[in-house]
């Protein structure tokens, strides 16, 4: 029996901006240029950056797409 269902995949593009006092990313589908995601997190206090990959990871666990 065939399945005459297609896969369909969308390529994403990722984009992040990181500062000491939080951090903003979206993902955009590349063909449309459509906003798929957009999340704005503030950090509750400024991080230092010896810290900082402990947040944007904690973040990005929480935030998997």
Not at 41 to 49: A, H, T
Request: net charge neutral; hydrophobic share 35%.
């Amino acid at each position: 029996m065939t399945n005459n269902n297609q896969l369909h995949t969308i390529s994403k593009k990722l984009s992040i901006q990181v500062c000491l006092d939080g951090l903003s990313f979206f993902t955009q589908n590349i063909a449309s240029k459509e906003v798929i995601t957009y999340k704005s997190i503030p950090f509750e206090q400024k991080v230092d950056p010896a810290k900082l990959l402990g947040e944007v990871t904690t973040i990005f666990n929480a935030y998997p797409e």
